[in-house]
């Protein structure tokens, strides 16, 4: 590993499915925590969680999920589409979430630029991306699994 590399660790979970909920009305904000709330009850655990800002009265609100729960997701999902019938949900299936962890990195610029340019270099389509201080997460195909993998390894020496 490099010293004070930015990157110092990669983790990987299989089996991820990514679900988009499109034409949420803004003005109906309520109707995101009774989504997640009932999600809940069902005991499904949701990981990334990325909200697109208002546009037009509407917003978008993307998650992931074990794809082992993805019928009760979207079973109870479809319960919401009576308050709201132009809901639109798409679902995404077998996606694998790659985190690029490192401490350095909210000491160094351009970590989140370099992986960009690594999944592009390598022909990794990037689904979605959650962050913090120290880590990247990304959702990608299953099948880009090993040649990110390889190609971070490569970049940061681990």
Known sequence: MLSNSPVT?????????????????????FLIPEIFNSIAEQNINIDMISQA????????????????????????LNNFKKQVPSLSIEINAENTKLSVYGE????????????????????????????SEVDISYLIDEKDVDRALSAIKAEYGI
């Open 53 to 76: 800002p208002p546009y037009r009265g509407v917003l978008s609100l993307s998650f992931t999920l074990p794809s082992a729960d993805l019928v009760k997701a979207i079973s109870v």
């Open 104 to 131: 350095q990195m909210k000491n160094i610029p351009g970590v989140a630029a370099r992986l960009f340019t690594i999944f592009s270099q390598n022909g990794v389509d990037i689904k979605l991306v959650t962050t």
């Open 9 to 29: 660790n990669v983790s990987i979970n299989y089996n991820v499915a990514l679900i988009t909920i499109d034409n949420l009305p803004s003005g109906k904000m």
